[in-house]
């Protein structure tokens, strides 16, 4: 393929402020030669204020059609549909249902130069991956629960077989191709759900099983929601890919950033068999918005995930090449000392791509 479309999707807040960072941080690594072409399309909470509409039909099928999906960041509290649930949400998830982006893959890496509020916690102790159900599990329920004349409501949780089998054959690949947790260098999968409690975990626990069963050379460990809360904190060096539900995952992912600095760091890609949606995992943060101080390296980290699935889809090198240099170039930055507000620094987004792109050429 001689160049790729990326379907570009702002959004609110500071969705873009973060989505250009991005976009120049991604042409910065190809310098004149860039195989990507990007096209921005509208949507969000803003759009629905306006029009009524937050996901126009043009926009879904733009990225339904595109290489790879781009997104800053959406919503703005208040704006909510008639049934109460937020209006700007609705182009995270429909895109999920509607392509089958069933893997949510969110790394958890500790950066040097980045202070861990744990104590005694160094760089490189925190590298592990969160992979989260991104089609069913309780989130199957949007927009389908129901509520009884003010005075009850209900949502349900779904998991099915091929759904389970699916996410947790995708958890011990992943393990299989990294390093291992970073304390024992044992190649592992850990499996959260809440089994003692609930049908439906216990039911995901043991296709779990089943699956682990073809990995003999991966560990296969099980973890209660609960008591992974307190690892996580206690003992991160442990882990190396953690696979759980929907809502679990969504959870625990917010607690595992705020390990390595914040929402700030946290990048994520939700993939299916053909399509990809990359975006931070943080939200549109509208109090900060147009000030200029929105961390870009959530985004920026993200837009290296899509290259390296780009390239792994597309059997493309030079992607591969260009997403390990802007990794390189993160972590340099990180070094040296270009550091946002949210991780205790006073760079401003437009310095800190101005850096990415001054390394990258
Ligand atoms: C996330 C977000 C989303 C979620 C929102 C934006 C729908 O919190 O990606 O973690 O709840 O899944
Ligand atoms: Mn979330």
């Not at 393990?175 to 024992?184: E, K, L, Q, V």
């Not at 625990?252 to 993939?271: F, K, N, Q």
Request: with cysteine; proline share 4%; charged share 25%.
């Amino acid at each position: 393929k001689d160049t790729y479309e990326i379907a570009v999707v702002p959004g609110d807040g500071i969705g873009p402020e973060v989505a250009d960072a991005a976009v120049r941080v991604l042409r910065g690594a190809f310098g004149n030669d860039c195989p990507l072409r990007f096209c921005d399309h509208p949507a969000g909470a803003e759009l629905y204020r306006q029009t009524g509409e937050s996901f126009p039909q043009a926009t879904f099928r733009a990225c339904a059609q595109a290489d790879a999906v781009l997104h800053g960041a959406a919503g703005i509290p208040g704006v909510v549909h008639p049934d109460g649930t937020e209006a700007g949400l609705d182009f995270t998830l429909r895109l999920r249902f509607e392509l089958d982006l069933y893997a949510n893959i969110r790394p958890i890496r500790l950066y040097p130069g980045i202070r861990s509020p744990l104590a005694d916690v160094k760089a490189g102790e925190i590298d592990y991956i969160i992979l989260r159900e991104n089609s069913e599990g309780l989130y199957a329920a949007r927009g389908a629960g129901a509520q009884l004349r003010g005075e009850m409501a209900v949502d349900t949780l779904v998991q099915t077989r091929k759904g389970v089998e699916r996410i947790v054959r995708k958890a011990f690949e992943l393990a299989r191709a990294s390093n291992g947790a970073p304390a024992d260098g044992v190649r592992r999968v850990t499996c959260v759900d809440k089994a003692n409690v609930l049908r439906s975990y216990a039911f995901f626990r043991s296709i779990f099983d089943e699956v682990a069963a073809d990995y003999p050379d991966i560990e296969a460990e099980h973890g209660l929601i609960d008591a992974m809360a307190m690892y996580l904190v206690t003992r991160p060096g442990h882990y190396n890919v953690i696979v759980t539900e929907n809502m679990f995952g969504d959870i625990l992912s917010d607690l595992a950033a705020a390990t390595i600095g914040g929402m700030g760091l946290a990048p994520s890609a939700e993939v299916g068999e053909r399509q990809g949606l990359f975006q931070a995992a943080h939200g549109s943060a509208p109090d900060i918005a147009g000030k200029g101080i929105a961390n870009p390296y959530g985004t920026v980290l993200s837009a290296a995930s899509m290259l390296e699935w780009l390239a792994a889809n597309h059997d493309d090198d030079r992607l591969a090449r260009a997403a390990s240099r802007i990794r390189e170039a993160v972590s340099a930055a990180i070094e040296a000392g270009l550091i946002s507000r949210d991780l205790g620094g006073d760079s401003g987004s437009a310095l800190i791509t101005q850096g990415l792109c001054e390394r990258l050429r």
